[in-house]
């Protein structure tokens, strides 16, 4: 294992050295886009029933949660913020009218946190009264602009995607010529690789999608894409929960090819289900500019001094006290175990699979048509069989070159959908990593006390009435969201930051509740009645040792007195 740990030095660190892979090479797969296209029209600005905020309100509120989250997750990405009509026009020449460009298509950040603050609330209903007003409305313009926007952008983006948030189905009153308008441009804007969602918000006498906004929006990707909402959404949380679900591109991990037998090839994509969240890595400044400092390594002769190439160095091994040197082709050769890819070894039956053998986060495989032609078609005959037998597929998985192999084993998993016939849970495969013989161990198991049946059903009751529906997506890092939030505060010039609630502490107050007299009971059978763990007292000292721990406090202080003494006779002579 030492001698594989030399060539394999970072194997435990291979998913999180996935996910940041997957998590967004710029350079390769270009950057992501968003536009926010908002209708500020008099009906966005009505309040709702009960003092609940507007429409327009909800919309900034939404607008302001992807900002922030774009900041922590992917800075990299670029957000606008479009206004259409408004009374007002603000764009490049002013070229069209009632279209009010708030955001310009670049990377988010704390300024432009601060001016979507300015339109929360009442003072930002007036604000934005003031500043852009309620006018004509023509969402052909709109969508032409925003083309423009895309247009100008000279970086390589990988996905494009606009929204459009609005409370009026028919937006142009039944004219022809707009309407007839809009949707030329919208074709245009899908011609071009722009993806174009409504997110719809609630208005008296519903929401019809079927009058005007069903052409304009773009079609479902796949058949795991959210496609178009008939209900409108009536509170933030379930528009916050929608844009989410939009904005969000599925990134693959990899593309592999899956080897089902001899010369039976079908084409998969892995996705990450779960990554650790962690505090973003420091950054080096400058001293005196406060710019980000590239460091550069640089390998230099131990003899001469001079600066060594890629192709000046060379690996080297020690066999039989002799130096074999070897080229960095033939080592990259020797750590080759096979191609990248999924290897079909055989099928389990389910409970073979036990619950130790989960090792490191799950990733999940969905077959790439696009890749080779009937991959769909195979798998999804693949998943249903081993469904239907409660079987699993045992391969060999090898992520990438010079990786070692490692086996896994698929668990098929069903479609299902949920009451409004949407895909709750997609089709695939679940790749759990299953551990090798020497991993495992045996551990002798420490024998103690055996409780009483007594005890033992007590227990239970306690159990019962402590359980509860653990959701992994209900509780927060407390340390990430005081970090975040610190972060915030100094960005956005706030006094102090906002506090947070950390859920992982236990509701003390609820659990005694439940429990009553439970655990006195509990305490009762199992302790003691002399039993007093927080009340033990501290054991008294003998004489002795206290005059010895006097003496030599004494001796210590002594000792200080000195060498103050000697050290003011020393300054003194000199």
Not at 230 to 244: F, G, M, S, T, Y
Not at 319 to 328: A, C, D, L, N, W
Not at 507 to 532: C, T
Request: charged letters at 30%; hydrophobic letters at 35%.
């Amino acid at each position: 294992m030492a001698e594989w740990r030399k060539y394999y030095p970072n194997e435990d660190d291979e998913v999180e050295e996935d996910e940041e892979d997957s998590g967004g090479d710029y350079k390769l797969s270009g950057r992501d886009s968003l536009v926010f296209l908002v209708d500020a029209s008099k009906e966005m600005f009505i309040k709702g029933e009960d003092g609940e905020p507007s429409n327009f309100d909800m919309t900034m509120q939404c607008v302001r949660s992807v900002y922030t989250s774009k900041i922590i997750s992917s800075d990299k990405d670029l957000v606008a913020l479009v206004f259409y009509g408004t009374e007002q026009s603000k764009n490049p020449r002013n070229s069209f009218k009632h279209v009010y460009i708030y955001h310009d298509l670049d990377s988010p950040g704390s300024q432009r946190v601060l001016d979507i603050d300015k339109l929360l609330g009442e003072k930002g209903a007036q604000f934005a009264e003031k500043t852009m007003g309620s006018g004509e409305t023509s969402l052909g313009d709109a969508l032409w602009c925003c083309s423009n926007l895309y247009s100008d952008i000279k970086l390589r983006l990988s996905h494009k995607r606009l929204m459009i948030f609005t409370c009026r189905d028919d937006p142009h009153g039944g004219d022809g010529a707009k309407d007839r308008q809009a949707r030329t441009k919208a074709a245009d804007l899908k011609e071009t690789g722009v993806v174009i969602d409504l997110m719809h918000l609630t208005k008296p006498g519903g929401f019809d999608v079927s009058l005007f906004f069903c052409d304009i929006v773009s079609p479902p990707e796949d058949e795991s894409e959210l496609g178009l909402q008939i209900e409108p959404c009536r509170k933030l949380e379930d528009l916050q929960k929608r844009v989410r679900a939009k904005e969000l591109k599925k990134r693959s991990q990899s593309r592999l090819t899956f080897s089902l037998g001899e010369g039976v090839n079908l084409a998969v994509g892995v996705y990450v289900l779960a990554r650790t969240a962690t505090k973003p890595s420091a950054v080096k400044l400058h001293r005196d500019t406060n710019e980000p400092v590239r460091t550069k390594t640089r390998y230099f002769h131990a003899h001469n001094g001079g600066i060594l190439l890629p192709n000046d160095m060379k690996r080297a091994q020690v066999y039989g006290k002799k130096q074999i040197v070897m080229e960095k082709d033939e080592v990259d050769e020797i750590k080759k175990f096979d191609d990248p890819g999924l290897v079909l070894m055989g099928f389990k039956p389910m409970d073979r699979l036990k619950l130790h053998h989960h090792i490191r986060p799950v990733l999940f495989i969905y077959p790439e048509e696009e890749q080779i032609s009937g991959s769909s078609c195979m798998f999804t005959a693949l998943l249903l069989k081993c469904s239907e037998k409660n079987l699993f597929a045992l391969c060999r998985y090898i992520p990438r070159c010079n990786t070692p192999p490692r086996f896994v084993a698929l668990v098929p998993q069903r479609e299902e959908l949920d009451q409004g016939q949407t895909q709750a849970t997609p089709p695939g495969f679940h790749v759990i990593f299953l551990p090798f013989a020497d991993d495992i161990r045996t551990v002798d198991a420490h024998v103690g006390p055996t409780a009483s049946d007594e005890q033992v059903d007590k227990m239970k009751e306690i159990v019962h009435k402590l359980r509860f529906k653990y959701k992994s997506d209900a509780f927060e890092n407390p340390v990430l969201q005081q970090h975040y939030r610190n972060l915030e505060a100094l960005a956005l010039n706030m006094l102090e930051p906002e506090p947070i609630e950390d859920l992982t502490m236990p509701k003390v107050q609820m659990m005694d509740a439940r429990l009553g007299p439970l655990a006195q009971e509990f305490k009762d059978l199992v302790y003691p009645p002399d039993y007093n763990p927080e009340g033990k007292p501290a054991a008294k000292r003998k004489t002795g040792e206290i005059s010895n721990g006097l003496t030599l406090i004494f001796k210590y202080i002594k000792n200080i007195v000195q060498n103050m003494w000697q050290n003011l006779f020393l300054n003194y002579l000199f």
